[in-house]
């Protein structure tokens, strides 16, 4: 058994892309942004993430946002402010927070989403070419890259890859996930996935709701929209099936 680990270096190997932009890392996160029509769309939001930066850090967002900052540090601020808020009892600056924490989270999905749209990625269907069942990967990358390679080199299935048994998958219609006898390459997303639906932080106790009421460990995980077994978008489900669907990070 062999151990692969991929950091945002193995996302940014992706040239393939129908945006002709790369994966950001994380220090030109909002740079990448710009580069995306989303950019330009008011559906993506941004307006509680910028109020956070003006007031916790008394800039202009826009160029506080461009100037090099680690989107990752940016991310665990709010989500520090958020617990402590939350452990005080403030709950109107929980509420603030939480917008900012989930826009921020959406952002992340929405550009993520918009650039692995595409033929599915040469260096990682190399990577999955020299693999045996028995491999493990563990990713700190939140993008689908891998598991499109895997799929098509070594019929990996979100079944059983991720290392857990999913609540559910939609597969042209949700339905129970299969149980599978054969060994696999695992795959454990230590950040979680732009394709797996789960519980974000909220004020709403031990539940929270996604269309129904969502159990904290359940994962539910988008895979494809068509027979083919390529994944979707959530936010471009009805233009796009050459990417993977939008979900909610833990």
């Known amino acids: 058994m062999k151990l692969f680990i991929l950091g945002a270096g193995a996302?940014?190997?992706?040239?393939?892309?129908k945006t002709g932009v790369r994966m950001p890392i994380a220090c030109d996160f909002?740079?990448?942004?710009?580069?995306?029509?989303?950019?330009?769309?008011?559906?993506?939001?941004?307006?509680?993430?910028?109020?956070?930066?003006?007031?916790?850090?008394?800039?202009?967002?826009?160029?506080?946002?461009?100037?090099g900052i680690?989107?990752?540090?940016?991310?665990?601020?709010?989500?520090?402010?958020?617990?402590?808020?939350?452990?005080?009892?403030?709950?109107?600056?929980?509420?603030?927070?939480?917008?900012?924490?989930?826009e921020l989270v959406y952002?992340?999905?929405?550009?993520?989403?918009?650039?692995?749209?595409?033929?599915?990625?040469?260096?990682?269907?190399?990577?999955?070419?020299n693999l045996s069942k028995d491999d493990v990967i563990a990713t700190f990358n939140w993008d689908t890259l891998i598991e499109r390679a895997l799929e098509e080199e070594l019929s990996w299935s979100t079944d059983r890859g991720y290392g857990f048994s999913p609540k559910s998958i939609y597969r042209n219609g949700?339905?129970?996930?299969?149980?599978?006898?054969?060994?696999?390459?695992?795959?454990y997303?230590?950040?979680g996935s732009?394709?797996?639906?789960?519980?974000?932080?909220?004020?709403?106790?031990?539940?929270t709701t996604l269309n129904k009421f969502v159990a904290p460990d359940d994962v539910y995980v988008y895979e494809s929209t068509r027979t083919s077994r390529i994944h979707a978008t959530e936010v471009d489900l009805w233009k796009d099936t050459n990417g993977y669907?939008?979900?909610?990070?833990r």
């Open 11 to 17: 996302s940014k190997a992706y040239g393939q892309s």
């Open 30 to 67: 909002f740079d990448t942004f710009d580069k995306l029509d989303i950019s330009q769309s008011l559906w993506v939001l941004q307006g509680q993430i910028n109020l956070y930066a003006m007031e916790k850090y008394g800039v202009d967002p826009y160029t506080y946002f461009r100037s």
């Open 70 to 102: 680690d989107i990752e540090d940016f991310h665990s601020s709010i989500e520090s402010d958020l617990q402590d808020a939350h452990a005080v009892g403030n709950k109107f600056k929980s509420i603030i927070l939480q917008m900012s924490y989930n």
């Open 107 to 129: 952002l992340f999905a929405s550009v993520i989403n918009e650039i692995q749209n595409g033929p599915v990625s040469k260096p990682h269907l190399k990577l999955a070419q």
């Open 174 to 187: 949700w339905s129970s996930s299969e149980n599978q006898s054969s060994k696999s390459v695992q795959l």
């Open 189 to 191: 997303k230590l950040h």
């Open 194 to 207: 732009t394709n797996w639906l789960t519980v974000h932080p909220s004020l709403l106790g031990d539940f």
């Open 245 to 249: 669907h939008m979900a909610i990070i």
